[in-house]
């Protein structure tokens, strides 16, 4: 499989979480159910949200529109290598915090590790 098609993945899997993140809001009844934690708490994470959004839109982006840069220059291989790093430390993270026995958070983890793995390929050219 070439760069582009793993490039290409790469944005698909980017905008996926984009979505997904979006949907927070519905998911987990936001704000309803942040009421019960303090203003700042509840601003923070709904920013913070907000901002993996922008975050995976912008992975998505450079992956789909310069494929060619992302693979063989030293920023576009800096910026795979941080993405990659991303889904290395969500997984970690899921690990520490989120040690729930569901099918969903089972499939979140793959898809962590999928992450990872996309964005490292290309690094392996």
């Known amino acids: 499989m070439g760069n582009d098609t793993i490039l290409l993945l790469c944005a698909a899997h980017s905008f996926g979480f984009a979505l997904f993140h979006l949907g927070f809001w519905k998911l987990f009844g936001w704000p309803r159910t942040l009421r ?12 913070a949200n907000l901002q993996l959004v922008w975050v995976f839109l912008l992975a998505g982006t450079l992956c789909l529109l310069f494929p060619g840069e992302m ?41 962590f590790v999928l992450g990872a793995a996309l964005f490292a390929l290309p690094l392996l050219d």
């Open 36 to 47: 019960e934690t303090t203003v700042a708490n509840r601003a923070i994470l709904q920013i």
């Open 71 to 111: 693979a063989t220059t030293p920023l576009g291989r800096a910026l795979l290598a941080g993405m990659a790093g991303f889904w290395v430390l969500r997984l970690i993270g899921q690990f520490i915090w989120l040690r729930i026995n569901h099918p969903m958070v089972h499939a979140l983890t793959a898809l």
